[in-house]
């Protein structure tokens, strides 16, 4: 996929030749990847440094961090410049780049360009967010203690990092970013990055409970070969075994069961830490912990039913079964209809409906209640308020549709 070194960038023909000033590179020029937006895609050009560009944190070295951020953020060409063709296999050290198929190319120099081009040091840690908030803005991009790092916009050729950002306006990080210069940082760094994840559906047991106490096998499982799928098919499996040990109807079991729930829980929240961390999101990756999370959600609610109705409830504990089954599938229709529908304009409420419709938050009640041997209570909430979701979600889609065919 990628040339040696003064080779011409591809992608853009004619674009450039490394070092042949008469041949310039410009934005305008610039024909952006299906990963990168037309309208807003400016070069990146990451100047290596191999002191650092080889420093692993969370799994992947920093530039192969930077280079798929900055496609993500936007950027294309991205071209990897300077020592590069020092190294014995450059290529080694983008693993998750190629294997996204992100288009790439090292230059032994500099590339004589005109416009604007992100400018970076491949010992910089920084996130999507704030690349593409830097593309947007212009300038020098800050630390959260407003620090400056190598990376920013500039505007025209240029000799050196220092030389390409000197006077430009800073633009403070929101994410992790920080320079990495050595091993000890690079440690440092991958603690920040842990610590900054999170998932959008987080509330409040995810954030404060699951995800703490998934966090040590997230940190095991990035550094192997564990697909995110495979994980969130294993917290679907754990969730089945625990409705299965619900329909038991005593009361070892359903704690058991209750236990191996808040298990599922934790592992769902491994998932989207393994994908965020590594680049390893998908459509397919999503659908199937959502998919995943409702074949949970429903099997659940059946075992609680069956095993009060074992247990004593009757014909009652059926009836309120099926009724959270009935409000668990709607809600799912629903949320389903939301996904497909959802417009960028169509405002927050309806994807606030749709995150708590991924979360496990209820998990934590379930355990609680199986410990003082109410589950009949869970399943009463459950068979009401299943309902009131769909219902309330359905009406908010419903509220946002004309605002979103207005803004179209």
Known sequence: MNSSPDQRVAGSAGL????????????????SPATARASDSIPAIILWDGSTANLKVAGLTLLDRLVVS?????????????????????????????????????????PWFEGPALVASSGVLVATDDLRELIRSGGRLLDADGKALPVGVTRGHFESVDSALAGLSGVRARRVARYVPDAAAAREAARALWSDLKGSSDGLVDRFFNRPCGRPLSRLLAYTSVSPNTISLASTAIGVIAAGLFTAGDYMPSLLAAVLFQLSAIVDCVDGDIARIGFKESVLGKW??????????????????????????????????????????????????????ARPNSGGRLQRLIDSATNRDFSVLVLALAAVGRLDWFLWLTAVGSHLFWITALAVQTALRPVATRAG
Do not use: M, Y
């Open 288 to 341: 199937i912990d959502l998919v995943g999370d409702q074949v949970v959600h429903v099997s659940v609610f059946g075992g609680i039913a069956v095993g009060l109705a074992k247990a004593g409830s009757g014909q009652l504990a059926l009836w309120l079964g099926l009724s959270a089954i009935a409000g668990a599938v709607l809600s799912f229709a629903v949320v389903v209809r939301g996904l497909r529908r």
């Open 70 to 110: 900055a496609c993500r953020a936007g950027c294309h060409p991205i071209i990897v410049a300077g020592r590069a063709g020092c190294s014995s296999n450059p290529e080694a050290l983008l693993e998750r780049a190629k294997a996204l198929k992100i288009p790439f190319r090292f230059a032994s120099e500099i």
């Open 16 to 31: 450039f030749i490394s070092g042949q000033p008469d041949r310039p590179i410009t934005a305008e020029k610039v024909s």
